[in-house]
């Protein structure tokens, strides 16, 4: 198999497998509108596509030699998934309507990622598969690739919320959706804990 399509399979793999950014473009999507939920992707693409470089770079080195780190990072982003979470659960379910939050910005995206579990997975397992040999122009070729799937595979989950979003129009089954959103999200903050 040619290696940027071995690239692309991973990358498309870990960004469209649900997780917490998944979940939470798409209910932006659905609570705000598509233009806010693409900030969020935009912040949350940019945002793994630093810290897959950083890690193809060596931060993998750093976190080796700091171990209690990755707990550290384990707990925020167990702490922000279920601030999530309760934000969804709380939502009163207006669309659109007088919202007092302008929802997920560009900065929330990129530092959700930072503190999601997966991304950081996915950053270690793909550089140690694709660019361990340390080789410069590897960790940008498959950064730049991933970029555009990560991008892609985001934006599916925020054109699926636009779609979702006529028929929730209740504020009662946004609540509802909302609510099933924040349990999933809990859900996974409990997977993160037995890890």
């Not at 399509?5 to 649900?18: D, K």
């Not at 040999?133 to 960790?139: C, D, K, N, R």
């Not at 985001?154 to 699926?160: E, G, I, K, P």
Request: proline share 4%; net charge positive.
């Amino acid at each position: 198999m040619n290696l940027y399509v071995s690239m692309g399979v991973f990358a498309l793999a870990s960004s469209i497998s649900p997780g917490p950014v998944n979940l939470v473009t798409l209910g932006s999507s659905i609570q705000y509108g598509f233009g806010t939920s693409m900030r969020h992707v935009t912040g949350a693409t940019a945002g793994f596509t630093v810290l897959l470089v950083l890690t193809g770079m060596g931060i993998h080195e750093v976190m080796h030699y700091l171990p209690h780190l990755t707990g550290v990072i384990k707990w925020a982003g167990i702490i922000f998934l279920l601030y999530m979470a309760y934000r969804l659960a709380v939502d009163n379910g207006q669309i659109g309507a007088k919202k007092p939050a302008r929802g997920p910005t560009l900065l929330s995206g990129a530092i959700m990622q930072w503190l999601n579990p997966k991304a950081w997975l996915a950053s270690l397992a793909g550089m140690g598969a694709y660019a361990a040999s340390g080789a410069v122009s590897l960790v940008w070729q498959f950064a730049a690739l991933y970029f555009v799937i990560c991008y892609l595979s985001l934006s599916c989950r925020a054109v699926a919320g636009m779609f979702l979003r006529q028929y929730l129009g209740n504020p009662k089954r946004v609540r509802l959706f909302n609510r099933i959103i924040a349990l999933l999200l809990v859900c996974s903050t409990f997977y993160l804990l037995h890890e």
